[in-house]
């Protein structure tokens, strides 16, 4: 089973923002952003942008006929900055002129005075001056003071990730369409349309009734359209609020670079301590998020880092504590993991410093400590667990032993040239963290002809959950994949949706599908029954036609609606979702806050040029557990999408902004995204086929984020070919692991020479 999409993206007919054709009147909008990081204006002139050709309109925070504040989870955003400036990229002012071009040569125009004070841009200085979006959080499971004195070995150590750019193929963007009595429509690249709605209500001052949001599908979103896509549908609606006309805003590639927050940076203190037959006994970790210049999405983020905090091993003693901290960047935001990944590498970078310390391999360690059903997560939930038969399954399918003895031959026969093995078990927690967005609708209408049309609130960014929509009703009524189509997804006809987000969008949105298809298959037999003097228990649909206990009669699917419509039986059907189970008391920090768990488990094998420092990733070679997968096709390619996206992160994709906190790696030339020649030579995946009772939609286990995280073995194998070259390199646990930064591990003593 194909993606639905797959025919109109292959012919390039498939549409994004920028394809939907303008209306005549369009007008065309372009930010005058900060070029200060931190800094009060002191003068700002419009005179000369107002006389530039073309020019309409320039709006700034005087203009805003609601509140200035997009601030979602804590309202610390001006969508205007008014007098004060907190990042490089925050919105001074919207030119508004008859041409993109127009809109761009006028912002060039404006001259701001702007008095820069410091700039933070490291979380720990941010932190160690007080300044904290949020007071601190911490899980605690068991006591870590206590439990120190049981352990044979304890190690400790820092360990730091880099942020990353989310580069979607399409920039972020909205077009906003004056309607009847000053409502608004607003096309928007957005993860979260209700997430949109809310924001341009509450900054134009309209009722969210009065705006509509629609969105066809993204090219791309990986987190940086849960939250963010607001700003530029706010934009774009509040100059149509004032000019009643169109307005479009796409970024540019820089703009969207420049002035979009990305996954947040984080810099960890871990403690490690095992027993005599290396059981970690005790972990405790303090992690130090840059949350950038507001809160954004960051305290959600940094919940889920504790939740991911012990990855997929059981600790019974463990203490993390989170702190998320302000500093003078673009606001950072969700990227695929969700705080997850900044988490997990850590405690992989204390069980491999412990397993070097130790001298023995860190798989040794991971795998005596893989969590097993009934174990409990330091927040309170007993896990459901595959992380041992994922382990295992990867280990004997892809014999491992002759994996190391290749590599070991390889070693010794090779002086400038070093493989390097990592293991990357991993576990990723399935539902929103905060419950209340565990919820999801779906419409579904029935037509005459028997064509099916589904809405729901999930969003299409190319993870295929419109595909796996269409599977659910298609299933149930046992009619072809092409009898069903998807909508786009629109407020006017599902309100208040969670954003497409937390790997949980076909779960919640499938599942909302599931009920509305079933309530209408319940009617359906009903009218059969009637047609064919039966009772309904003894109806079944299959492949368009209708049976009585498995025999077929005449009666067809296209005849049953019609019959149901001419004895006026409601064809349509909307329904609502909620996860059932799951809880958290964020007063206690205990609670059941996932509906289930995926597990995996990664082997990557890496070779290293040790007198260049570059590497080449040779294999990934993967066992993961989809449940029982709904579409395989669509699966293997979320996970290779992730794994290599996390491959990115981890060893390519360097995030640089000055000490002014002007961001430097601003183009694609100057920031490396994965190419075809990163992308490992093979990856090999095997589902780990599990068919447990869980709140999955068809039991088929949500697979966006959790791949991601298997990037991470490659940050770790790398450092093993490293050690296998120079067994006395200790580098500093500090992704991405870039070829400059091998380079110095190869050679530490010539490296601290330079240095001084
Ligand atoms: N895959 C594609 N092709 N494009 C995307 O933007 N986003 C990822 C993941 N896979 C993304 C993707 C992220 S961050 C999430 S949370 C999930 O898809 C969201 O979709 P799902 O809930 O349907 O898995
Ligand atoms: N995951 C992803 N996005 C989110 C979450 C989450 O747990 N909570 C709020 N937005
Ligand atoms: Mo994904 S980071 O939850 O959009």
Redesign the pocket.
Known sequence: MKNIDSYTHTRGESVYLDDIPLLAGTLFACCFDSPVANGIIENLDLSEAEQSEGVVKILTHQDITGENQIGGIIPDEPLFAEHHVHFCGMPIALVIAESDHLAKKAVKKIKATIKALPAITDPREAFARGELTLPPRSFVLGNTASAWKDCTHIFEGRADTNGQEHLYIETQGAYAIPAENGALRIYSSTQGPTAVQRTVSRVTGLPMHKVEIDVTRLGGGF?GK??QANTWAALCALATHHLKRPVKYSLHRMEDMRMTGKRNPYSSDFKIGLDKDLKIIAYEATFYQNSGAAAD?SP??L??TLFHCNNTYFIPNVKATAISCKTNLPPNT?FRG?GGPQGMFVIEASIVHAAEQLGIAPAVIQQKNLMQTGDEFPYGQKVVSEANECWEKAMHLYQNESLLNDIDVFNKSNTWSKKGLAMMPICFGI????TL?NQARALVHIYTDGSVAISTGAIEMGQGVNTKIAQVAAQIFSIPIGQVKLNTTNTYRIANT??S????TADLNGKATQIACNTLLDRLKNVAAELLHTVADEIELKEESIYIKWQKTDLTWKQLVLSAYNKRISLSEHAHYATPEIHFDKTKEKGHPFAYHVFGTAITTVTLDCLRGTYEVDAVRIVHDAGSSMNELIDRGQIEGGLVQGIGWMTLEEIVYDKDGKLRSNALSTYKVPDIYAVPKEISIDFLHTEKNNLAIFRSKAVG?PPLMYGIGTYFAIRDAIRQFNPKSNPAFDAPFTPEKVLLALYPDRAAELKN
């Open positions: 987190g849960e939250d999405l959600a983020i919940e889920r969700a969700f539902s929103f963290t905060n967005m969670s954003p987000a937390a790997s949980a984020e």
